[in-house]
C-alpha cells in the first residue's frame, strides 16, 4: 500500500478505476499537476532531465539518409527542386572545361611560334579594336628589304625568316579541286623557325627564292583531295592559275576548332609576291637562341626597324612587335573575360535552385511539424533541429551537384566528338562545382532550418495539416 493512504479507511463499495489523463507534453515539464500526482503518490517523483530524456539527436548519417529517401520518395517534385542546381553547376563545369581546353589548344596549335620566337609587321597580328587596325593601315609596308636588313643586322638571331600569305587560293588538278587554300610565302628560314616537318620531298633553299622558282609544299589535304593515289612528287598543279611543281609534302597537322590546317601551299614568297603583289607588306619572323636571348633579339630587331622606319626618340615604334608569350597574355584576358561573364550567367541558375530547396525545405518543415515537436519534447536542442535540416539541404543540393557534373561533362564530350572543340576536364572543377552545391544548399537552407528550430514543442505537437 502507498505510504501516502497509510491509516486511511478504504471507501466502501464497488472497486473503482481512476484514470489519471496527462498531456503529454506536460510530462516533461515542471507541471503543478505532475507534481501534485508526485505528492500524493499517484505517480514517482519526476527524475533529473538528464535521467529522463533519451538521447533525440539526429546523427548526419540519419539526417543524409532521411533526405535522400524524401527526394526518393517524392520523384516529381525532386526533379524540379534540383533542376535549377544541375543546370547551374553543368553550366559552369561545361563553361570551365571549354576554357581550359581552348587555352591548352591556342597555346600548343594557334599561337605556336615558339617561346624563342618573335614577329614585326605593320599590323599586330591580333586586332582587339578598330582604332588599332586603322591606325596599322597608315603605317609603312614592311618590305624584303626590310627582312634582309634585320637577318643581316641581328646578331642575336639564331633564324630570320619572312612571309605573306594568302587564305583563299584555288588549287586544282585535272578534274580534282580544292578551295579556301592558305598559300603562304616563305623565305626558306622559316621552315626551321615554325619547325614545320617535311615528310616527303625536300623544302624550299635560297635558290628557289632568287629565282622565284614556281615550286611548292602542300598539306596533307591537298594529298588526299587533289592527287590522291599518286605520287605528289614532281606533279604540276595549278593555283589561281599559275603553274607550280610539287617539292614536298608537309606532315599532317589535323584540325583546329573544326578547321582543318593542311589545306595549305608553301611557295617562295617571290613567287608569291610575283603572283599576288609586291606590294602587300610582309611580316618578319625572328627566331633568337634560346628562351634568354629572346629580349635581346627583340631589341635588336627594333633598333634597325626604328632607324630603317626614322621613328624619333620618345616616339612609339611604327610596327608591332610581338612575341608567343605577348598573344597568350592577350588571349588570356579575353578567355578570363568570356569564363566570367559565363560563369555569372550560370550563377542566375544556382541561385534559382537555391530558392527553390528554400521553399521546399520550408514545405518540409510545415509537414514535419508534429515530428519536430516529438524530438524537441523527447530532448532534441534547437542546434540539433537546425543542424538536421541544413543537412539535409546541402545533401539536396550536393545530389544535384553530382547530377550537373555528370551532365556537363556529358556535354563538353558530345561537343568534342560533334565539332571537335577541344575540352578538359580537371579536378578542381569537379570539387569546386560540388563545393558551390553544397553552399547553395547551406545558404539557402539556413532559413527553414531556423524556423524549425524555433518551433515550440507543445504548439507542434498540438499542429493538425
Same mark, same amino acid.
Given at each position: ?30 507541471? #503543478? ?63 570551365? !572545361? ?67 600569305? !594568302? ?18 610565302? &616563305? ?125 624619333? #626618340?620618345?616616339?612609339?615604334?611604327? &610596327? ?6 605577348? &598573344? ?114 547551406? &545558404? ?22
Amino acid at each position: 500500500m502507498n505510504p501516502a493512504f497509510a491509516g486511511q479507511e478504504r471507501p466502501s463499495g464497488p472497486a473503482v478505476n481512476h484514470f489519471i489523463i496527462v498531456d503529454v507534453a506536460e510530462l516533461w515539464t515542471d507541471s #503543478p499537476r505532475i507534481n501534485s500526482c508526485a505528492q500524493c503518490g499517484l505517480i514517482g517523483t519526476p527524475r533529473p532531465a538528464d535521467t529522463l530524456v533519451p538521447q533525440a539527436s539526429v546523427t548526419t548519417l540519419e539526417a543524409v539518409r532521411i533526405a535522400l529517401q524524401s527526394l526518393w520518395a517524392n520523384k516529381l517534385r525532386s526533379v524540379l527542386t534540383l533542376l535549377g542546381v544541375v543546370i547551374g553547376v553543368a553550366a559552369v563545369i561545361a563553361v570551365v !572545361t571549354f576554357v581550359n581546353g581552348i587555352n591548352g589548344y591556342v597555346s600548343e596549335k594557334i599561337f605556336n611560334l615558339g617561346a624563342d620566337v618573335f614577329i614585326v609587321a605593320k599590323v599586330t597580328p591580333v586586332i582587339t579594336n578598330v582604332d588599332q587596325y586603322l591606325d596599322g593601315l597608315k603605317r609603312k609596308d614592311m618590305t624584303l628589304e626590310d627582312y634582309e636588313a634585320v637577318r643581316d643586322g641581328c646578331v642575336k638571331c639564331k633564324y630570320v625568316g619572312a612571309s605573306a600569305f !594568302t587564305a583563299n587560293g584555288h588549287v586544282n588538278y585535272g578534274e580534282h579541286t580544292v578551295t579556301d587554300t592558305w598559300v603562304r610565302g &616563305f623565305t626558306p628560314s622559316m621552315l626551321p623557325i615554325l619547325d614545320t616537318e617535311i615528310v616527303l620531298g625536300r623544302p624550299l633553299n635560297e635558290t628557289d627564292m632568287t629565282t622565284a622558282a614556281p615550286v611548292a609544299i602542300i598539306g596533307q589535304d591537298i594529298v588526299d583531295n587533289v592527287l590522291p593515289s599518286v605520287d605528289p612528287i614532281g606533279k604540276e598543279i595549278r593555283l589561281d592559275g599559275s603553274v607550280y611543281t610539287v617539292i614536298g609534302v608537309g606532315k599532317r597537322e589535323g584540325k583546329t576548332l573544326g578547321q582543318s590546317r593542311d589545306n595549305y601551299m608553301i611557295i617562295p614568297i617571290t613567287a608569291w609576291q610575283r603572283q599576288y603583289g609586291s606590294r602587300i607588306s610582309i611580316r618578319i619572323v625572328g627566331k633568337a637562341y634560346g628562351v634568354d636571348a629572346l629580349s635581346d633579339a627583340l631589341d635588336e630587331a627594333r633598333v634597325i626597324m626604328r632607324s630603317r622606319r626614322h621613328d624619333h #626618340p620618345g616616339q612609339p615604334d611604327s &610596327f608591332a612587335a610581338e612575341t608567343n608569350e605577348s &598573344f597568350l597574355s592577350l588571349w588570356s584576358d579575353l578567355s578570363s573575360n568570356f569564363f566570367v561573364a559565363m560563369v555569372a550567367i550560370a550563377s542566375i541558375s544556382l541561385v534559382v535552385g537555391g530558392i527553390v530547396i528554400m521553399n521546399i525545405m520550408l514545405v518540409s518543415v510545415t509537414e514535419r511539424t508534429r515530428e519536430i515537436g516529438i524530438r524537441k519534447a523527447l530532448g532534441a536542442r534547437r542546434l540539433d533541429v537546425l543542424r538536421q535540416f541544413l543537412i539535409e539541404s546541402s545533401t539536396m543540393a550536393l545530389v544535384g551537384g553530382v547530377i550537373g557534373v555528370l551532365f556537363g561533362i556529358l556535354i563538353a564530350k558530345a561537343v568534342t566528338l560533334a565539332i571537335g572543340m577541344p575540352s578538359v576536364i580537371k579536378l578542381w572543377a569537379v570539387l569546386a562545382g560540388l563545393a558551390v552545391s553544397a553552399s547553395v544548399g547551406i &545558404f539557402f537552407g539556413v532559413y527553414p532550418a531556423r524556423r524549425a528550430a524555433r518551433l515550440d514543442p507543445i504548439a507542434a505537437l498540438r499542429f493538425e495539416l
